[in-house]
């Protein structure tokens, strides 16, 4: 558990003070998908290119619930034990079955 936590140590007016940080953590587990702009053909002359804002994608194992994150939020993560990362929630958890998102539904 302490390397999980942040530890932060101050002194104000002669006195030593600390902060400590611990996760809550909760027992769903994401799979981490990097996401790729794809270009299709849609005729001869036409291609779609499908952009990708947030190249990286959390999907729960249920497929149930996903959020979407960016290459520098995962850097920020902690290594809890081999391929287990333990993430700050810092964005909005959203459901397959009410939001819609092209990338959940071609998966």
């Given amino acids: ?5 942040d530890v ?9 003070g ?9 027992r769903k587990i994401f799979t981490v998908l990097r996401l790729i702009a794809i270009t299709l053909l ?5 291609f779609l290119y499908i952009e990708v ?3 990286v994608l959390c999907l729960d194992r249920a497929r149930q619930y996903y959020f979407t ?3 520098d939020e995962l850097l920020n993560c902690k290594l809890a034990e081999p391929c287990h990362y333990v993430c ?3 964005r909005t958890l959203l459901s397959t079955l009410t ?3 092209c990338a959940v539904t071609m998966l």
Wanted: proline letters at 2%; aromatic letters at 10%; a positive charge.
């Fill in 1 to 5: 558990m302490y390397q999980l936590s």
């Fill in 8 to 16: 932060r140590v101050y002194t104000y007016r002669q006195r030593l």
């Fill in 18 to 26: 600390y902060v400590i940080r611990v996760p809550m953590v909760h």
């Fill in 42 to 46: 849609v005729s001869r002359e036409q």
């Fill in 53 to 55: 804002r947030d190249s």
């Fill in 69 to 71: 994150s960016t290459e």
């Fill in 88 to 90: 700050t929630h810092q």
């Fill in 99 to 101: 939001t819609e998102s």
